[in-house]
């Protein structure tokens, strides 16, 4: 099972960027897709963005395509999430997950998580 451990969540301003990394241990890294999922009060949590396991595929959901970029490194095993543009409503806790393939992921077949990082965009 893999560990994981979110970072650089915070406050910023509408239309500003933050990076959130996801450290991770265990020996199945290079092996999961690795995703970002986010929950915002009183909401249910909801799929972000997902990479396979060489990064040569991604996907993302719809509010966050063109704006958000996951990218990973399996030398250092950790994977980020980029979030430019960012609005009041990407609020919320991000969560770091694992899971076999982008498909279980978007699926919220998930066999880790983090245990969240906050952002918190003002407007």
């Known amino acids: 099972q893999v560990q994981l451990v979110e970072s650089g969540g915070g406050l910023v301003q509408a239309g500003g960027s933050l990076r959130l990394s996801c450290a991770t241990s265990?020996?199945?890294?290079?092996?999961?897709?690795m995703g970002w999922f986010r929950q915002a009060p009183g909401k249910e949590r909801e799929f972000v963005a997902a990479?396979?396991?060489?990064?040569?595929?991604?996907h993302y959901t719809d509010s966050v395509k063109g704006r958000f970029t996951i990218s990973r490194d399996n030398a250092k095993n950790t994977v980020y999430l980029q979030m430019n543009s960012l609005k009041p409503d990407d609020t919320a806790v991000y969560y770091c997950?694992?899971?076999?393939?982008?498909?279980?992921?978007?699926?919220?077949?998930?066999?880790?998580w983090g245990q969240g990082t906050q952002v918190t965009v003002s407007s």
């Open positions: 990479i396979n396991f060489n990064g040569g595929y991604t």
């Open positions: 265990g020996q199945t890294f290079s092996s999961s897709a």
């Open positions: 997950a694992a899971s076999p393939y982008v498909t279980t992921m978007r699926d919220r077949n998930v066999d880790s």
